[in-house]
Structures are given as C-alpha cells and as structure tokens.
C-alpha cells in the first residue's frame, strides 16, 4: 500500500525566507503526486500536482515542487514567505487504477511565518 | 462559478444517533470522493462514486457507515449508531473525470461532534 511522509509537523520561517516543506512517499509503481493547502475553516485547496512529463512543477501563489523518482520525494518550496502562506500543508499521492483517483495524505505540516 | 458545498457545517449529535451529512459537488462532476480527518491527521479516504455507484467503498470503516449517490449528483453519507470516534471532519470532494489528471476539488467540510 501506499504512504506519505511529511517530515515536521510544524516549520516555521521568517517573511521573506525560503519555505521548504518535506514529503516523501513508498510506491511499487508511478506515482501521482499532490500538495494541498488548508486554510482555517477552509476546505482544501489544490496547490499543484505532478502526473507526467517534467518533474519540476509550478504552481499558484508562487509554490513549486520537483519529483524526484531516486529519492522519492516530493518537497515543496516557495522562494520568498508571505505572511498569508501560513496554512495547513498537506502532500498527497495516488496511483491510479481505472477505479478511480483515491488520495492518500500526509499527516499535513503546519506553517508559521514571522515577521 | 459555485463549489462544492456541504451541509451541515457541524453537527453536535449524542452517541447511538443516526446522522446524515450532504454533498453537493460541482456541476458536472462525475466523480465524487467522501474523506474524513481526524483532529492532527491527514484526510483518509472513505468511498468514491462514479456516477450513482459507489466504484470504491474501501475506506468505509464499518458497516455502520453507508453512502448513497442516487442520481449521480448530491451524496449522503449516513452514520448509524454513532460512536464518540466518529468525531472527526467529513470532507466530500468532486472531480470532472476520474482519471489520475483529474483535480479533486474539495468542500469545507462537515465537522462531526458525538457526544
């Protein structure tokens, strides 16, 4: 079976610093990889994701992440903090079957940024 | 264009009651996906539907658990006999397809109390 590692369960970074959220996965065969991010009292938000092709994804509010298949991981990172990055971040995987895209998540980390 | 909503926002019930929890996803959205989150957990995967049928009810972790999808559109998840474990928040999510490109588009969730 599948599993997602989030590596600390709280980070917190200055504004203005670099922002690296650790994920790693266990997989027998290709993945899909996912981030999320949760807002208090909010549903859960696609932050970006990685199917195929290149392995190094951008996404919104400046985020990106790189599949790296060696070291199966899925770190996301964003170069410069803002005060409104401070969320729930939750890394996910699937693997798709024919039978639908279920989600397997990480027990999420929680991001501070400090003035 | 509207999300996918979910009612009630919370519901506070006494253990042994019968609850139902509603989905409506997004519009067109065949593919529709019940998640539930624990306090510090990552969302776990309970049953997904392709259209009316439940394709995956492998997550359901009993049989008091139960979901109906009956013309491919709004879901219920129905709990019998709830039990102080079953607090948790109920998160539906929708998706146009059900392929591994198709983004799971989440609702906020219904924040399930027993008492």
């Known amino acids: 079976a599948q599993s997602v590692t989030q590596l600390g369960s709280h980070v917190s970074v200055s504004e203005g610093a670099l922002v690296l959220l650790r994920c790693n996965y266990s997989s027998s065969v290709p993945p899909y990889l996912f981030w999320y991010v949760q807002y208090p009292n909010q549903g859960l938000q696609l932050l970006l994701k990685y199917t195929t092709g290149a392995t190094l994804v951008k996404g919104i509010n400046g985020f990106e992440a790189e599949f790296k298949k060696s070291e199966t991981s899925f770190h996301l990172t964003k170069p410069s903090a803002h005060m409104s990055d401070a969320a729930e971040y939750f890394c996910a995987v699937s693997f798709f079957t024919g039978g639908g895209n279920k989600l397997t998540f990480g027990t999420g980390t929680q991001l501070k940024v400090e003035l | 264009g509207a999300g996918v909503s979910q009612t009630p926002s919370n519901k506070v019930t006494e253990k042994g009651k019968y609850v139902e929890l509603r989905c409506d996803p997004i519009?067109?959205?065949?593919?529709l996906y019940w998640y539930r989150q624990s306090l510090g957990q990552g969302p776990e995967f309970l049953i997904y539907f392709q259209g009316t049928g439940a394709a995956d009810d492998s997550g359901l972790p009993n049989d008091r658990f139960f979901a109906v999808r009956p013309e491919g559109s709004v879901s219920t998840l129905k709990i019998q006999r709830t039990e102080r474990g079953d607090s948790a928040v109920y998160l539906c999510?929708?998706?146009?397809?059900?392929?591994?490109?198709?983004?799971?588009?989440f609702g906020p969730g219904t924040r399930l109390t027993v008492l």
């Open positions: 519009s067109g959205h065949t593919a």
């Open positions: 999510a929708s998706s146009l397809g059900s392929s591994g490109t198709d983004t799971q588009y």
